[in-house]
């Protein structure tokens, strides 16, 4: 771990499910309730955001509705009705002038062509503004929509992703910088020695390109990245620029923080070139007890049948009907379920609670780490990670919006700011300037 003082910004990005982060949000009386298909709802958010002068506004997808108990999945709104992420952020480019907008794309179930286009399109609208998160798709139900009676298996669709990825970034060079001349006088429109063929063809795909767009304001939008599994690790050191992992511990923080600065520089890149920005459920109040009662209230409207459903896909389908609400699982359970995973079930499991004691924990964050105080105790915690080098900032997650957003906008940042931890204005154009990553230069240009 660096002992380096930091000279560096904290880094704020905003990550919500429609309704809020928490499985009862769309319950709870000052959220959004129709939030997924209310465009001017998205619209407010990302006006909070930036008026906290947050660096990205991200939104997950799922090209599929979720399968399982239809009666707990009745009372949790999550990717049974949501916008198209792309469009959603699009359309978000006319209300906004400084915040990055990165949307999910799965590539098990697009092709790179498409992909690409879209991302510099959304490039371009935005001014230098967009992002991609990359995924490789964990409900399994995406794959009966695309003509497969199986998901890939898991190191497949990671090999798949890394070519996907370097087709995507091969066509986004398309053109150099400075392609198009448009010059009127000697009638030339583009330079021809500036157009490049891509000519790829690889073990999952075949292309050709060129891509039929000039170069982006960034080169290329910026690449996101939900890491946990180990494979998911190794593939964020080779191509991610911003890796949301969940974190539990400072200690764990730190060291998955060096793991993926150290992956980054093993695959030729600089330790700058990747920022780690965990997911945090802030629930924040004026006064400590004030923020306590929020998230009491919110915990008591868990309907157990959803709390035992989100648990279950949480464990990978295992089987809860042995165990009531108020039973923990047995010993050889917890063995074995830490010998499979231990970092995945680790800090669901840890001190033995009860089936219920889980859920409520897992519910209230989905799986991310849950911090509820005064705008004192949130900046507090924050900031004793980022300067002990266990994060490069973190991915907000208001358990309710639009008002858990904006209790942090108005509380926390300001302090943060005070602090001299966080911005007051933006410093850059683009998202990557925003940031602090580095443009990257065409691969013909090298």
């Excluded at 309704?19 to 958010?45: K, R």
């Excluded at 707990?72 to 469009?87: E, G, H, K, V």
Aim: proline residues 5%; charged residues 25%.
């Amino acid at each position: 771990m660096s002992t380096q003082k930091r000279t560096d910004k904290l880094k704020l990005g905003a990550f919500f499910h429609p309704t809020g982060n928490h499985v009862a949000s769309w319950l709870y009386p000052e959220s959004q309730i129709d939030a997924g298909t209310n465009f001017a709802h998205y619209v407010e958010m990302a006006q909070i955001a930036e008026r906290g002068k947050f660096d990205l506004m991200f939104l997950a997808d799922a090209v599929a509705t979720r399968d399982g108990n239809l009666e707990a999945l009745s009372r949790w709104p999550q990717y049974m009705n949501f916008l198209d992420p792309l469009t959603l952020l699009a359309g978000l480019t006319a209300v906004t002038k400084h915040l990055g907008l990165v949307a999910t794309a799965t590539t098990s179930y697009n092709e790179p062509y498409q992909i690409a286009r879209r991302l510099a399109s959304f490039d371009h609208m935005t001014g230098g503004r967009a992002g991609w998160n990359v995924v490789t798709s964990a409900n399994t139900s995406e794959a009966y929509n695309f003509g497969r009676d199986e998901h890939y298996a898991h190191g497949e669709r990671y090999d798949r992703a890394e070519e996907f990825v370097e087709v995507v970034k091969g066509l986004w060079d398309s053109y150099d910088d400075g392609a198009f001349v448009r010059d009127r006088s000697s009638g030339r429109y583009f330079k021809p020695d500036a157009l490049h063929f891509l000519h790829h063809q690889g073990e999952n795909f075949k292309v050709r390109g060129p891509l039929h767009i000039e170069r982006s304001p960034q080169g290329y939008p910026v690449l996101a990245q939900a890491s946990a599994s180990a494979v998911g690790t190794e593939l964020a050191g080779r191509i991610a620029e911003i890796v949301f992992t969940p974190l539990h511990s400072l200690a764990q923080g730190q060291q998955i923080y060096q793991q993926l600065k150290d992956l980054a520089v093993k695959n030729g890149r600089q330790p700058d070139d990747i920022k780690i920005m965990p997911g945090l459920n802030a629930i924040v109040g004026r006064t400590e007890e004030e923020a306590k009662e929020k998230h009491f209230r919110l915990q008591s409207l868990i309907h157990s049948a959803v709390g035992r459903e989100l648990l279950q896909n949480a464990l990978r389908g295992m089987d809860l009907s042995p165990y009531g609400d108020d039973e923990p699982f047995p010993e050889d359970v917890v063995a074995k379920l830490l010998a499979d995973d231990r970092r995945r079930y680790e800090p669901i499991v840890a001190g033995r609670p009860t089936i219920r004691q889980m859920y409520e924990k897992f519910a209230g964050a989905r799986g991310q780490r849950t911090l509820v105080g005064s705008p004192t105790q949130v900046a507090d915690d924050i900031e004793h990670w980022f300067v002990n080098h266990a994060v490069d900032g973190f991915l907000i997650q208001p358990a309710y919006t639009p008002g858990g957003l904006d209790d942090f906008v108005t509380l926390v940042v300001p302090e943060l700011q005070h602090r001299g931890l966080f911005r007051t204005e933006y410093e850059g154009r683009t998202l990557r300037e925003n940031l602090g990553l580095r443009r990257p230069p065409s691969r013909y240009a090298r």
